[in-house]
């Protein structure tokens, strides 16, 4: 089975853009499936168990250690591009993962998203 594996920024101090962040890439993944192509969204799925964990693990590396597995059997990665993308640890290793194992790599815009 094939399907897509959309990345988005999430890290953020104030729990308020994190909350944002996790209903944007949302949105993203009900556009995509909306137009009929399977998605895993790691952020929409990691996002209530982040609030149940209280912030104990919110570091990089704890979630990348659940998401890279499920990314190494993608066909395709998205890349969400949110304000602060392009300074996200994780999102960079995401991109870096996909592309050593031949993943290709897509970016949308959220405003492609309706």
């Known amino acids: 089975?094939?399907?897509?594996?959309l990345a988005s920024n999430y890290s953020h101090p104030d729990p308020a853009i994190r909350?944002?962040?996790f209903i944007a890439a949302c949105r993203a993944a009900a556009h995509l499936m909306?137009?009929?192509i399977p998605v895993f969204a790691p952020i929409c799925h990691s996002h209530p168990i982040?609030?149940?964990m209280n912030g104990r693990h919110l570091d990089h590396e704890f979630w990348l250690a659940q998401d890279?597995?499920?990314?190494?059997?993608?066909?395709?990665?998205?890349?969400?591009q949110l304000d602060g993308?392009?300074?996200s640890r994780g999102v960079a290793r995401e991109i870096e993962f996909a592309r050593d194992n031949g993943i290709p790599v897509e970016y949308?815009?959220?405003?492609d998203i309706r």
Request: aromatic fraction near 8%.
């Open 1 to 5: 089975m094939s399907f897509a594996y």
């Open 19 to 21: 909350h944002q962040r």
């Open 34 to 36: 909306e137009r009929g």
């Open 50 to 52: 982040a609030e149940v």
């Open 68 to 80: 890279l597995p499920i990314l190494a059997q993608a066909t395709t990665l998205i890349v969400l």
């Open 85 to 87: 993308w392009r300074e």
């Open 108 to 111: 949308t815009e959220p405003s």
